[in-house]
């Protein structure tokens, strides 16, 4: 299971003291990469129970002609999509991170809405998730999403916490990206969703 991350009441006060300089300061500081914003969301986990609309993360699908991830180790595309096709009955591909490997989403918005997200995968092992943010100065923070444990066949993930991304995204530039890496085994990864309003 996802570990939800956890927000010291001090870095919340720092936060409220310092978010009325940072709203002004980052207005002019995104460009075209942080701009993708796919506001088509829908309830692409409901058959699962979840109720929340999702938009898919830039290239999360995997799909030729779609927003490049950064690859890093042996991680690569391969044919095969995950079995649901929550996407499109059209898709064919997915992508594959062996052990110490990692595969890293592009920017993408971020606003004081997201709480979390989802993806397909399966494996037989466990990927840690770490979210990637840009601040003002470009100098990136990375949080921990917590690690999820793949057992064999395709399955969603559960619900991995954006809270403290948004919470110190006040200090940002409101663009995010999603890393994430094979701790041990294999895993193959697919439609990777973010939740963009705070949805139940």
């Given amino acids: 299971m996802a570990t939800r ?75 095969g999509n995950e079995l649901f096709y929550i996407r499109s009955s059209q898709d064919k591909r997915s992508v594959s991170i062996p052990q110490g490997s990692s595969a890293t989403s592009p920017m993408m918005c971020f606003s004081t809405g997201n709480w979390h997200f989802r993806f397909v995968g399966r494996g037989n092992g466990r990927v840690r998730v770490t979210v990637r943010v840009r601040g003002l100065l470009g100098v990136i923070s990375i949080f921990d999403g917590g690690t999820v444990s793949l057992n064999g066949s395709w399955r969603p993930s559960p619900r991995v916490s954006l809270l403290l991304t948004n919470i110190g995204g006040l200090l940002t530039t409101k663009a995010i990206s999603l890393r994430f890496t094979a701790v041990d085994g294999t895993a193959q990864i697919d439609d990777v969703y973010v939740d963009p309003w705070v949805s139940t």
């Fill in 5 to 79: 991350l956890r927000v010291s009441l001090g870095l919340v006060g720092a936060v409220a003291l310092l978010g009325g300089f940072a709203h002004t300061a980052r207005a002019g500081a995104l460009n075209s990469a942080d701009r993708y914003c796919d506001r088509n969301a829908s309830q692409v986990f409901l058959p699962w129970n979840d109720h929340a609309n999702y938009m898919l993360s830039p290239g999360g699908s995997f799909e030729s002609g779609a927003p490049a991830w950064t690859l890093a180790g042996s991680a690569h595309v391969v044919q």
